[in-house]
C-alpha cells in the first residue's frame, strides 16, 4: 500500500557484513581534544577538567565496541542476551545503512562517478558533484544507522543526561558511520547493568539524529532521498526520507474522547465535524489522494469560533475519537497534534520551526492527520499588531504558507481545525485560509438546555424529567435541516441589511448573473469579502453536494471500503454526491458572510469599548485635577 516502497534485501545488507563486522570490533577514530580528562572522579561518572586546554587537538583513539559491552560483566566470559543484542543491533545498523548508501548511489549516478574516480577518470564538474555526492551519501548512512537503532533498541529506563554529542566527519561513508559506534561506544562504557546500557545506547542515537538534523542543511544533494520510502521486513525497520523519528511507532493516543451524543447544540458544526471524519477515512495510501479532494469537498482547513464554554475542546475530543475509532478498525495510524501557546519560543525562528515540524507531522502521508490550534488568537498574531511577539509572527507566517502557500498540496489524509473565543483578533489573511466556518454557540434553545442538563447531571437522582422527550431536538438530521434553514436569510444585521436590498432590486436569485450581483453588494460593504472568500464558499457549495450519508458499514469492517482501491472508492462515493441547488448557495453565502460581519463587528465593539473607557477614564481624571488644583496639590 506504500507509494515509492523499496525493499530492502537480504543479499544486498550480506555484502558489508565485513565491514559492518570490523565496525564493532575495533577501529581507529581520530578525535578533536577537549578540556575533559579521562580520569573519573570516584563514585561518579563526572571528570576533572584540566585548567590547561588541549581543545582542537587532534589524537587518535581505539574503539571496540565489542570489548567495551563484554566489560560490563567482568565476571562473565558470555554475553549477556541485551549484551548481545547491542552488538549485532549495531552490526546489523551499519550493514544495513552501507546498504541505503548503496541505493542511493545507484540513484544519483554516485557509483558511476565511484568508478570513474577509480581509474582518475574524474575533472571540471565531475569533481565537485563528486564530493558533494559522497558527504551527502555518508550523511544518508550513519543517518540511516542511528535511525535503526532507534527503532530497534527497546525503551527500557531513563535516559541518560551526561552524554557527548557525536564527532562526525563526513569523509566516506565508513567514517561517518565511525562517528556512531564511537559515541555508543562511549555511551555504554562502564554502564552499571544492561538496562542502563541499552538506555545510554540509545539515547547516543537520539543524540546522534538530533545532531545530524541540525548539519541537514549542509549537504546539496539529499533531494533524491525527500521522498524515498524503505522497509526491511524481516526486522519490521522503516525509513521515510529524513522523517524526524523514523520508524518509531507512535504510542496511543491519549484522549478523553466525546461522542456526538455527548454534544448538545452546535448543530452543523457536529454534522460537518462527523463528516469530516469519514470523509477523511477514504484517502488511499496507493494513490496517496482522497478521492473527495478529485469529485470536490474535501475540508482542509476550517475556522471555530465561539464564546468561552460552548463546547469547541468537546468538538475536538469528538473529531479526534471518531478518527482514532475508525484508523484503528482499518489497521492505519493516527497522527493528533495540538500546537499551543507552549511551542513559543523566545529563541529566533525557533517558534517558526516548531510550527513548521507541527504542519509536517500531520501532513505525513504515510498516517490519516487531524491538527488543532487551539486559541489560535493567542498562538498567531495580527501582521499588524507591534504588540505581538516574533515567534508569534513566525508562526502566522508558516501557517498561511502551509495552508494555502504556493507549495501547499492537498492529498486528504489530514485536516486542521482553528478555534479561538476571539476570531477577529486573527490576521485575516491567515482566517481567510480556513475553508470552512464553524460558528460553535452551544446549547441555544430550551430543548438544548434541558438535554444537556440531563446529560450532565446522571442518573444518580429520582428527580423526574417532565414534559420533554429527551434529545430529540438533538436528532441530527432533523436539527441540521432547521439549522440550514436558518442560514435562508442573513442572522447579522449588516448582512440583513444587503439581503434586504438585494431581493427589492433583484429578487429571489435564479441565475449565475444574479448570485454574482449579490456577492458583488457583500463586497462593497466587507472590503475584506475577497476572491478567496468566495473561493471557500464555492468549496463549501461543493461540500453540500457531496453532504452525503457514508454508511456506517462501510467503516465497521476494513475491506469493505477504507482497504479498495482508489477507483473503487471514488465510483462508491460518486454514487451518492447529488447536484447542489441555489438554496445551498445562498445559504452557504450568507453563513459565510454572516462570519465576516460577525468579526467585523465585534473587532468593531472591542473598539468602540476601548474608547468609551477612555473618555470614562479621561473625564475621571479632570475631576480629579481640579480637585487637586483646588487643594493646591496640582
Same mark, same amino acid.
Request: glycine share 8%; aromatic share 8%; net charge negative.
Given at each position: /500500500?506504500?507509494?515509492?516502497?523499496?525493499? +530492502?534485501?537480504?543479499?544486498?545488507?550480506?555484502?558489508?557484513?565485513?565491514?559492518?563486522?570490523?565496525?564493532?570490533?575495533?577501529?581507529?577514530?581520530?578525535?578533536?581534544?577537549?578540556?575533559?580528562?579521562?580520569?573519573?572522579?570516584?563514585?561518579?561518572?563526572?571528570?576533572?577538567?584540566?585548567?590547561?586546554?588541549?581543545?582542537?587537538?587532534?589524537?587518535?583513539?581505539?574503539?571496540?565496541?565489542?570489548?567495551?559491552?563484554?566489560?560490563?560483566?567482568?565476571?562473565?566470559?558470555?554475553?549477556?542476551? $541485551?549484551?548481545?543484542?547491542?552488538?549485532?543491533?549495531?552490526?546489523?545498523?551499519?550493514?544495513?545503512?552501507?546498504?541505503?548508501?548503496? $541505493?542511493?548511489?545507484?540513484?544519483?549516478?554516485?557509483?558511476?562517478?565511484?568508478?570513474?574516480?577509480?581509474?582518475?577518470?574524474?575533472?571540471?564538474?565531475?569533481?565537485?558533484?563528486?564530493?558533494? +555526492?559522497?558527504?551527502?551519501?555518508?550523511?544518508?548512512?550513519?543517518?540511516?544507522?542511528?535511525?535503526?537503532?532507534?527503532?530497534?533498541?527497546?525503551?527500557?529506563?531513563?535516559?541518560?543526561?551526561?552524554?557527548?554529542?557525536?564527532?562526525?566527519?563526513?569523509?566516506?561513508?565508513?567514517?561517518?558511520?565511525?562517528? +556512531?559506534?564511537?559515541?555508543?561506544?562511549?555511551?555504554?562504557?562502564?554502564?552499571?547493568?544492561?538496562?542502563? /546500557?541499552?538506555?545510554?545506547?540509545?539515547?547516543?542515537?537520539?543524540?546522534?539524529?538530533?545532531?545530524?538534523?541540525?548539519?541537514?542543511?549542509?549537504?546539496?544533494?539529499?533531494?533524491?532521498?525527500?521522498?524515498?520510502?524503505?522497509?526491511?521486513?524481516?526486522?519490521?525497520?522503516?525509513?521515510?526520507?529524513?522523517?524526524?523519528?523514523?520508524?518509531?511507532?507512535?504510542?496511543?493516543?491519549?484522549?478523553?474522547?466525546?461522542?456526538?451524543?455527548?454534544?448538545?447544540?452546535?448543530?452543523?458544526?457536529?454534522?460537518?465535524?462527523?463528516?469530516?471524519?469519514?470523509?477523511?477515512?477514504?484517502?488511499?495510501?496507493?494513490?496517496?489522494?482522497?478521492?473527495?479532494?478529485? $469529485?470536490?469537498?474535501?475540508?482542509?482547513?476550517?475556522?471555530?469560533?465561539?464564546?468561552?464554554?460552548?463546547?469547541?475542546?468537546? +468538538?475536538?475530543?469528538?473529531?479526534?475519537?471518531?478518527?482514532?475509532?475508525?484508523?484503528?478498525?482499518?489497521?492505519?495510524?493516527?497522527?493528533?497534534?495540538?500546537?499551543?501557546?507552549?511551542?513559543?519560543?523566545?529563541?529566533?525562528?525557533?517558534?517558526?520551526?516548531?510550527?513548521?515540524?507541527?504542519?509536517?507531522?500531520?501532513?505525513?502521508?504515510?498516517?490519516?492527520?487531524?491538527?488543532?490550534?487551539?486559541?489560535?488568537?493567542?498562538?498567531?498574531?495580527?501582521?499588524?499588531?507591534?504588540?505581538?511577539?516574533?515567534?508569534?509572527?513566525?508562526?502566522?507566517?508558516?501557517?498561511?504558507?502551509?495552508?494555502?502557500?504556493?507549495?501547499?498540496?492537498?492529498?486528504?489524509?489530514?485536516?486542521?481545525?482553528?478555534?479561538?473565543?476571539?476570531?477577529?483578533?486573527?490576521?485575516?489573511?491567515?482566517?481567510?485560509?480556513?475553508?470552512?466556518?464553524?460558528?460553535?454557540?452551544?446549547?441555544?434553545?430550551?430543548?438544548?438546555?434541558?438535554?444537556?442538563?440531563?446529560?450532565?447531571?446522571?442518573?444518580?437522582?429520582?428527580?423526574?424529567?417532565?414534559?420533554?422527550?429527551?434529545?430529540?431536538?438533538?436528532?441530527?438530521?432533523?436539527?441540521?435541516?432547521?439549522?440550514?434553514?436558518?442560514?435562508?436569510?442573513?442572522?447579522?444585521?449588516?448582512?440583513?441589511?444587503?439581503?434586504?436590498?438585494?431581493?427589492?432590486?433583484?429578487?429571489?436569485?435564479?441565475?449565475?448573473?444574479?448570485?454574482?450581483?449579490?456577492?458583488?453588494?457583500?463586497?462593497?460593504?466587507?472590503?475584506?469579502?475577497?476572491?478567496?472568500?468566495?473561493?471557500?464558499?464555492?468549496?463549501?457549495?461543493?461540500?453540500?453536494?457531496?453532504?452525503?450519508?457514508?454508511?456506517?458499514?462501510?467503516?465497521?469492517?476494513?475491506?469493505?471500503?477504507?482497504?479498495?482501491?482508489?477507483?473503487?472508492?471514488?465510483?462508491?462515493?460518486?454514487?451518492?454526491?447529488?447536484?447542489?441547488?441555489?438554496?445551498?448557495?445562498?445559504?452557504?453565502?450568507?453563513?459565510?458572510?454572516?462570519?465576516?460581519?460577525?468579526?467585523?463587528?465585534?473587532?468593531?465593539?472591542?473598539?468602540?469599548?476601548?474608547?468609551?473607557?477612555?473618555?470614562?477614564?479621561?473625564?475621571?481624571?479632570?475631576?480629579?485635577?481640579?480637585?487637586?488644583?483646588?487643594?493646591?496639590?496640582?
Amino acid at each position: /500500500m506504500d507509494t515509492g516502497l523499496t525493499t +530492502l534485501r537480504e543479499s544486498d545488507i550480506e555484502k558489508h557484513l565485513g565491514v559492518a563486522q570490523s565496525l564493532v570490533t575495533q577501529f581507529v577514530v581520530v578525535t578533536t581534544g577537549t578540556s575533559k580528562s579521562n580520569t573519573e572522579i570516584a563514585g561518579t561518572r563526572r571528570r576533572f577538567v584540566s585548567t590547561v586546554s588541549t581543545a582542537g587537538a587532534k589524537s587518535t583513539n581505539k574503539v571496540g565496541l565489542t570489548a567495551t559491552v563484554s566489560a560490563i560483566n567482568p565476571g562473565d566470559a558470555l554475553l549477556s542476551p $541485551l549484551q548481545h543484542g547491542l552488538i549485532y543491533k549495531t552490526r546489523r545498523a551499519a550493514a544495513v545503512a552501507l546498504a541505503v548508501g548503496d $541505493l542511493f548511489a545507484q540513484q544519483t549516478g554516485l557509483d558511476a562517478l565511484t568508478k570513474k574516480n577509480v581509474g582518475g577518470d574524474l575533472s571540471g564538474d565531475e569533481t565537485g558533484r563528486f564530493r558533494s +555526492l559522497v558527504e551527502s551519501c555518508a550523511y544518508i548512512v550513519v543517518f540511516s544507522a542511528a535511525a535503526y537503532l532507534l527503532q530497534m533498541l527497546p525503551e527500557e529506563g531513563e535516559p541518560a543526561s551526561d552524554l557527548a554529542e557525536p564527532d562526525f566527519v563526513f569523509d566516506t561513508p565508513q567514517d561517518a558511520l565511525k562517528g +556512531l559506534i564511537a559515541a555508543v561506544d562511549l555511551a555504554v562504557e562502564g554502564a552499571a547493568d544492561d538496562k542502563v /546500557m541499552t538506555a545510554r545506547a540509545r539515547e547516543a542515537a537520539r543524540l546522534a539524529m538530533d545532531e545530524l538534523l541540525q548539519r541537514r542543511a549542509r549537504f546539496t544533494a539529499l533531494g533524491s532521498f525527500e521522498q524515498t520510502h524503505l522497509r526491511l521486513e524481516s526486522d519490521g525497520f522503516e525509513l521515510n526520507g529524513f522523517d524526524v523519528a523514523p520508524g518509531v511507532k507512535r504510542t496511543k493516543l491519549v484522549m478523553q474522547f466525546k461522542k456526538p451524543n455527548e454534544i448538545i447544540g452546535n448543530h452543523i458544526a457536529k454534522y460537518q465535524a462527523m463528516k469530516l471524519s469519514k470523509m477523511v477515512m477514504a484517502y488511499d495510501f496507493d494513490r496517496q489522494l482522497n478521492p473527495f479532494v478529485e $469529485l470536490g469537498g474535501f475540508l482542509f482547513t476550517f475556522i471555530g469560533d465561539g464564546s468561552p464554554g460552548t463546547g469547541k475542546t468537546i +468538538l475536538i475530543q469528538m473529531i479526534a475519537g471518531m478518527i482514532n475509532d475508525y484508523c484503528e478498525v482499518a489497521g492505519y495510524g493516527f497522527t493528533y497534534e495540538n500546537f499551543g501557546v507552549d511551542q513559543i519560543s523566545s529563541y529566533q525562528g525557533k517558534s517558526g520551526q516548531n510550527c513548521k515540524q507541527f504542519v509536517s507531522n500531520v501532513l505525513n502521508t504515510k498516517t490519516i492527520g487531524f491538527g488543532t490550534v487551539d486559541d489560535i488568537d493567542q498562538v498567531a498574531a495580527k501582521r499588524s499588531d507591534d504588540r505581538a511577539s516574533a515567534g508569534q509572527q513566525e508562526v502566522t507566517a508558516v501557517l498561511m504558507e502551509s495552508f494555502a502557500g504556493a507549495n501547499t498540496v492537498v492529498r486528504g489524509n489530514c485536516a486542521f481545525g482553528m478555534f479561538s473565543n476571539y476570531p477577529e483578533n486573527v490576521d485575516d489573511a491567515l482566517r481567510q485560509r480556513a475553508g470552512a466556518r464553524w460558528l460553535v454557540d452551544g446549547p441555544q434553545t430550551r430543548d438544548d438546555y434541558i438535554d444537556i442538563f440531563a446529560l450532565l447531571a446522571g442518573k444518580n437522582h429520582s428527580i423526574p424529567l417532565g414534559d420533554h422527550e429527551l434529545f430529540e431536538a438533538q436528532a441530527i438530521e432533523r436539527a441540521v435541516g432547521e439549522a440550514y434553514a436558518e442560514l435562508s436569510k442573513p442572522q447579522e444585521a449588516g448582512m440583513d441589511a444587503i439581503y434586504d436590498r438585494f431581493m427589492n432590486e433583484v429578487g429571489e436569485p435564479k441565475s449565475m448573473a444574479d448570485v454574482g450581483t449579490y456577492l458583488h453588494m457583500i463586497k462593497t460593504a466587507e472590503p475584506r469579502f475577497t476572491g478567496r472568500a468566495i473561493k471557500n464558499i464555492t468549496d463549501a457549495i461543493k461540500m453540500r453536494a457531496m453532504d452525503i450519508e457514508l454508511p456506517d458499514e462501510w467503516f465497521e469492517t476494513p475491506d469493505v471500503f477504507m482497504h479498495k482501491d482508489y477507483d473503487t472508492k471514488r465510483d462508491m462515493i460518486a454514487e451518492l454526491r447529488s447536484p447542489f441547488t441555489m438554496d445551498m448557495v445562498m445559504q452557504e453565502i450568507n453563513r459565510y458572510a454572516d462570519s465576516e460581519f460577525r468579526y467585523t463587528d465585534k473587532s468593531d465593539n472591542a473598539a468602540v469599548e476601548g474608547i468609551i473607557r477612555r473618555e470614562r477614564q479621561r473625564e475621571k481624571a479632570v475631576v480629579e485635577m481640579e480637585a487637586m488644583k483646588k487643594d493646591g496639590r496640582w
